[in-house]
């Protein structure tokens, strides 16, 4: 009975260590005056799913979020992107991206 509770107990607490293995990862975002793209990268060889979340200033102000859900499979980007709605008149001068990723 004790070593059945042991194994239970064993059991619980590494269901619980793979249920928060989110980390946060490096993104690095390119800006023109029409999108903004920002790439998430894997080096390792396992494929990986990150969420992104993509923000966008205009040049009056306004904002332009995009929140996406990316598969990244070992040694290749990820993209995420965030368009400007008149990009003659109103472009996009800034960028910036928060990412969440697991294995």
Do not use: E, H
């Not at 490096?26 to 005056?33: A, E, H, K």
């Not at 995009?66 to 368009?83: C, D, I, K, L």
């Amino acid at each position: 009975m004790k070593k059945l509770l042991i194994a239970a107990f064993l059991m619980t607490c590494s269901v619980q260590a793979f249920a928060y293995n989110w980390f946060p990862v490096q993104v690095s975002c390119t800006v023109n005056s029409a999108t903004a793209r920002c790439a998430v990268y894997n080096n390792s060889y396992r494929p990986m799913t990150c969420n992104i979340q993509v923000s966008g200033r205009t040049f009056y102000g306004y904002s332009a979020i995009n929140r996406m859900s990316v598969r990244v499979f070992g040694g290749s980007y990820g993209y995420a992107f965030v368009n400007a709605n008149n990009p003659y008149n109103d472009p996009l001068v800034r960028a910036w991206a928060n990412a969440q990723c697991r294995f």
